[in-house]
Nanobody
């Protein structure tokens, strides 16, 4: 089992920045992919960004490219999501996700087998 705990959400205005963190604990394998998803009210959960186990590969949903940056610190078993130039449409609950198989390029929620409880991000115009 892997436990994921997100932090860093909150209220922001359009154009502001927020940084989310996700700390992992438990049975941590040597290779794993970590990602971020979000869910807006009334919408399905959607992929935001992910990073390979060694940090060399990152991939993003098109609407956040150039504004969001995912990174990780394996010594701390933590992944980060730096969100700049926030827009109201970025509002939602952000979930950290863990893929034990360490797949590259996956944006499918079903490929991730552990999830955090979510952290709310609200961006006002």
């Amino acid at each position: 089992q892997v436990q994921l705990v997100e932090s860093g959400g909150g209220l922001a205005q359009a154009g502001d920045s927020l940084r989310l963190s996700c700390a992992a604990s438990g049975r941590i394998s040597s290779t794993y992919t970590m990602g971020w998803f979000r869910q807006a009210p009334g919408k399905e959960r959607e992929f935001v960004a992910a990073i390979s186990w060694n940090g060399r590969r990152t991939w993003y949903e098109d609407s956040v490219k150039g504004r969001f940056t995912i990174s990780r610190d394996n010594a701390k078993n933590t992944v980060y999501l730096q969100m700049d130039s926030l827009k109201p449409e970025d509002t939602g609950v952000y979930y950290c996700a863990w893929d034990s198989y360490g797949r590259f390029w996956t944006k499918i929620a079903g490929d991730y087998d552990y999830w955090g409880q979510g952290t709310q991000v609200t961006v006002s115009s």
